[in-house]
């Protein structure tokens, strides 16, 4: 039995997850070396987990005999990203616009005092594309919710098929051999209950336990990570919601290359720039490539996968040290675009 | 020098030394109940991240990259640099002939910290030296008897490595066992000598031996086995937000292992420590044993008197004594070896600060026909090691070389060096010198030729109350040769690379007067430059009677029967394998040992 409508959802979920990783790139890599220790460590412990959501979410997607997709102009994120309870995610580089957005997507509850639709902002969004959980879901609904129902139908098609749902071949399964140091182990997923854990494992790091500030593994959920960086203060083992006591982890907005907001490699005008950005874009390209190819049937493909990981830094980098001739004050950044042929 | 009151404090087991082999001994002794104080002479910088993370803005920011640049001294715990050697100045004294090579660390973690990582078991032959081949001394104890140490060190320490890699020059595995992580990936370099130099014969003495380029056991993260958990960066923060310890799961091949990895996959003790259970462990760093004291009726120690300071630029200080049943030196071979002799405690066996060994080593550099990938990946993933052992150490010692991953950097200083000498010496620019660096560099092999050194009583450390630090305590007076063995081992181990370069294809440019300065020593007409491996080893040797050795098997002092010196300083012979993984399979049987005493 074909379960059409369950696999578009989870597809739309392993899209969802990946929506979220390059704006916190933009946010990492726009530090200046060396400055933000502590907002770095933050951005990068959130991003990593976000790459093991995407993970989890392929793993129940193959696990019911699905075809997990990152590539192409179809299924590579595009920006603004809106997701499905109307949260934008921007391309931005580390600084109080980002830091709201941020804990605007880690907490559907909070509500941004409006820098996120800001003046500076709204011209740099000629047109926001739409993520495919807000077509394929049951209406608009937060990340939470939306996981939710995913669970919920799981649950219904596992009712009637029994095992015949989890029908994926098993080697499919991407394993902590090659998936590691990204805020736990992936889960293989074989029956209902393993596809409940991944899924519980992505709303749990992700939203948080409305019960607690810490995750299961007793580190802060992502919100409070971020709320530390919007107040400059970290969060003490006795402190409550809200109210961080520690000391300050010394935010530096200005420790920042000024990437301007939601690039496209077609406004750089100059040659040089040009092709710089569409070497990050070709890198960006194989990641996912690669990442499809892994979650394919070939896991091993994630080990080179991190060492063109390694080489998008080092062309993003490249960008983001670079001024726009046309737009004072502002450096060039990626733009997170679909650059490679067919295969 | 402020004197505070004398105060004393109850512990069951004393450690000495935050190192490898104090680390684990803390982590065994805390998980069977016991309680430990360990007493670290320099900061516990590499305790947190940030501290760690200010190590390597240090490493970045140093205009030389050598094993301390990561790794400054604090005034009270100064150690030695290999800078000094040419000065002459710095913490070691040295007498000579020979200069002694080689650095360590006096911080939490130890030379850990800037350690390479190759984890290579000795052979079974080299516990038995005398009786197969009439040189050196045997060990008190064998192979076999050390071999579950190994693979408990081996899943301590986590070492990555393939089995069947490692079967050979005697080296046996039980059935079903193999290495808590697979091998690190052979290097593009590895790979393409290999396909030239595998199965290449060499004539030594009367024996023919078979090279085979063969992957390095490595204390780095890799793909685990079963269920073992690649241990990442250490994060200790006092608020429970341990975001770093993602880091550092798997080796991403950063070509600064020595000094900083900079992600913490490659082992080093600060981890070990961070297992420890910590309800049950004192660390107290910049803390500096300064004397041990004994009682003089029953031989046994009863107290160690340490100087604790908060400042580490500032030679002010409080004293203080803390007692235990047991006691352990872990502070290294020539701070081990130190305590005792500036406590008065040089025994009856004349042995202790004796014996000093290292693997005196070569470089040899060449340029191979094809580009090799150079200047990628760890700075090592693989040796030619088939003359570790054979009938020809009768007559000359043993040697394995370490095949770079960095190009021409440690003897010449490539790549800089490489640009310049293309600038200023080639007159070359534009895109000339653009496609000369990509041609050079990417061909740049280095061998490093090192050799194994004997046990002498002559080669020592001894203290002289005109050699003083900071705080009023010894610096080691090292005096140091090396004998004919070790020169005509060099002699064959140069012979070899020389084969070996030939057979690849790589054209010899091995040239000492034109690379970076080492020290160098005369060897009939020639002349050898040398650098040490960092393997210090055989200052307070174990053998089977007090008369001749410091040490029983368990590394427990025949003289004080509750004091342990644990390290390579209790190493007999050494070998031609890097010393950590021995010493920490040692340890562990000390630690079993002390656990059965003192748990009853």
Sequence with gaps: VKHEHLEDMLQAAVELELATIPPYLC???????????????????VVVEEMLHMILAANVLNAIGGQPRVTGPTHAPKYPHELPDGVVLDL???????????????????????????????????????????????????IGAFYDEIITELEKAAATDGDGLFCGDPARQVTKDYYYAGGGAPIMVTDLASARRALTEVIDQGEGNPA???????????????????????????????????????????????????????????????????????????????????????????????????????????????????????????????????? | VSAGPADEEHYDVVVIGAGVNGALVAKQLTHAKLRVLV?????????????????????????????????????????????????GGGYFVQTGPQMYGSSYSRLLGG?????????????????????????????????????????????????????????????????????????????????????????????????????????????RNSIPRGDYQPVGA?????????????????????????????????????????????????????????????????????????????????SRHTVHVASGRIYVLAAHAVENAKLLLTSGLEGASGQVGRNLM???????????????????????????????????????AAFRFDIGNDGWRAPTGAPDATVADAVSAQGRYGSKLRDHLTSVLSRQVRFSLAVEQLPAPGNRVSVDPRYTDALGNARPVLSYSIDDYTLAGMAAATEVYQAVFRQAGITDCTDPEAGTWFPSVTYQDREFHYHGMGHFAGTHVMGDSPERSVVDTDQRSWEHRNLFLLGSGSFPTMGTSNPTLTMAALTLRSAESLVRELAS
């Design chain 1, 92 to 142: 931005l580089p580390f600084g109080p616009d980002a830091v709201q957005a941020f804990l605007q997507v880690e907490n559907p509850q909070y509500r941004t005092s409006g820098s996120n639709s800001s003046h500076a902002l709204s011209d740099r969004r000629p047109q926001v594309h739409q993520a495919r959980a807000a077509t394929v879901g049951s209406g608009p609904t937060t």
């Design chain 2, 39 to 87: 007493l670290e002479a320099g900061p516990g910088t590499a305790w947190t991240f940030d501290g760690y993370s200010g190590h390597l803005q240090h490493f970045f920011a140093a205009s030389g990259k050598g094993p301390e640049s990561a790794w400054p001294p604090a005034l009270n715990a100064p150690q030695p640099d290999t800078a000094d050697i040419r000065s």
């Design chain 1, 27 to 45: 946010a990492l890599y726009s530090m200046h070396p060396d400055a933000n220790p502590a907002a770095s460590l933050i951005v990068r412990s």
């Design chain 1, 212 to 343: 607690s500030m810490y995750d299961v593994d007793g580190d802060l959920a992502h919100y409070y990570r971020f709320e530390q960086v919007a107040v400059d203060r970290t969060y003490l083992r006795r402190d409550t919601a809200g109210a961080p006591s520690g000391p300050s982890l010394g935010v530096d907005y200005t420790a920042v290359f000024p990437m301007v907001a939601n690039p496209k490699s077609d406004e750089y005008r100059d040659p040089d720039l040009r092709n710089a950005s569409r070497a990050a874009n070709r890198m960006w390209s194989l990641v996912l490539r690669q990442v499809e190819i892994a979650c394919n049937g070939q896991p091993a493909a994630l080990l080179p996968a991190v060492h063109t990981m390694f080489r998008l830094r080092d062309r993003m980098l490249l960008l983001l040290a670079n001024p726009m001739p046309d737009h004072p004050g502002r450096n060039a950044g990626p733009t997170f675009e679909w650059d490679l042929p067919d295969e």
């Design chain 2, 234 to 314: 250490v994060d200790q923060p006092a608020d429970g937000q341990a975001l770093a310890r993602d880091l550092g799961q798997r080796c991403a091949g950063n070509t600064a292992c020595t000094p900083i990895c900079p992600i913490q996959a490659k082992y080093n003790a600060a981890k070990t420590l961070a297992q420890a259970d910590p309800t049950r462990l004192v660390v107290r760093t910049q803390a500096v044993a300064s004397r041990i004291h004994v009682d003089p009726d029953s031989g046994l120690v009863s107290g160690i008197e340490y100087q604790r300071y908060d400042d580490p630029t500032s």
């Design chain 2, 111 to 219: 030379s850990t910290l800037h350690w390479l990582g190759v984890s290579l078991r000795m052979l079974p032959e080299d516990f038995e030296l005398h009786t197969r081949y009439g040189v050196g001394v045997d060990w008190p104890l064998g192979y076999t008897d050390l071999e579950p140490y190994y693979r408990m060190a081996e899943m301590e320490i986590g070492v990555a490595a393939d089995v069947a890699d490692q079967v050979h020059l005697g080296v046996t595995f039980p059935a079903g066992y193999d290495y808590p992580m697979q091998r690190i990936p052979p290097s593009w370099s590895d790979q393409v000598l290999a396909a030239a130099v595998d199965g290449m014969q060499i004539r030594m003495a009367d024996d023919l031996y078979t090279l085979k380029i063969r992957n390095y056991p490595a204390a």
């Design chain 2, 358 to 396: 290292d693997h005196p080593c070569l470089y040899a550099w060449g340029l191979s026909k094809d580009p090799i990938g150079a200047f990628r990946g760890p700075l090592s993933t693989a040796g030619l090691d088939d003359l570790r052992g054979g009938g020809f150490r009768a007559n000359h």
